[in-house]
């Protein structure tokens, strides 16, 4: 008659419960039945949402459609009426250290009296608590992810002197020296020149290519299919999601958008189901 070491059982059992509680693990994100109101007004609305590992997604929609929303309720910046989140399986709060964020520039307080460096090193509180002062290593991971955006000859200027292209590279950087394995972008082409425009989408492509997953709200239709690989068309609803080249198409961006889709040209799409 063989016996069970009970110990053994109990690392087993704990091992089963760990196994158990990762919701799909093989996502890098996972939404599910998430609702939205302000008020009696549902802003989102029953969303389910599937963003696989190292993907650079676009999240687009009309105005009003609950993008920033959206991500903020992922980030647990917005408390949702209903729904669950889960990043790599596990709850946001256990593991928001994997998580890197830019909010829009239009939301931040430009005239703070701070400087380029200090703003980065910001990105470092998570790790270091806020108690304790960022010290040299952490000072020259700050200048090394100033140097990725081509900002640090000014990481001593004050933020308020930046113009618009420059200050949204400065709130990259702060991300990137977070380290994250997810990057979420609310806009951060908004507002931005050409050329700062093609360095912020190479610098994303990079972050995918190192198996980064970087989610952006993204506003500019005609840029999409050169721009991403996964997209979530979202009004209210999930509209679609998946892959660029099965998902942007005329009719989703219809059901979208409606008669403002009319503005683009139909060559705009990977392809029309409408023919």
Do not use: C
């Not at 931040?108 to 960022?134: E, H, K, Q």
């Amino acid at each position: 008659m063989s016996t069970i070491d009970p110990q053994a059982a109990r690392s087993e059992n704990v091992t089963n419960i760990q196994v158990d509680a990762r919701h799909e693990p093989d996502l890098a994100i996972h939404v599910e039945d998430l609702t939205v109101s302000y008020g009696t007004k549902p802003v989102l609305w029953d969303i389910d949402m599937d963003i696989p590992p190292g993907v650079l997604a676009a999240i687009v929609g009309p105005n009003g459609a609950g993008k920033s929303t959206l991500i903020k309720t992922v980030l647990g910046l917005i408390r949702p009426a209903a729904g669950h989140v889960y990043i790599h399986g596990k709850p946001y709060r256990d593991q928001r250290r994997l998580v890197g964020y830019v909010p829009q520039r239009t939301s931040v307080d430009w005239d703070f009296p701070t400087t380029a460096l200090d703003v980065v090193s910001m990105g470092l509180y998570g790790r270091l608590g806020w108690f304790r002062r960022p010290g040299k290593r952490e000072k020259q991971r700050a200048l090394a992810a100033l140097e990725q955006v081509n900002m640090s000859s000014f990481a001593d200027r004050q933020i308020s002197q930046l113009s618009g292209g420059q200050q949204q590279r400065v709130f990259l950087a702060r991300a990137l020296v977070q380290a994250a394995d997810i990057y979420f972008m609310d806009e951060p082409m908004a507002g931005v020149d050409a050329t700062t425009e093609r360095a912020i989408i190479e610098i994303l492509r990079k972050l995918r290519d190192q198996n980064k997953t970087v989610v952006v709200v993204h506003h500019d239709l005609q840029t999409v299919t050169s721009y991403f690989d996964w997209i979530v068309i979202l009004n209210v609803r999930i509209i679609a999601q998946g892959s660029v080249a099965d998902v942007y198409t005329a009719e989703h961006l219809r059901a979208a958008y409606g008669g403002q889709i009319a503005l683009l040209q139909s060559n705009s799409f990977t392809k029309d189901t409408q023919g």
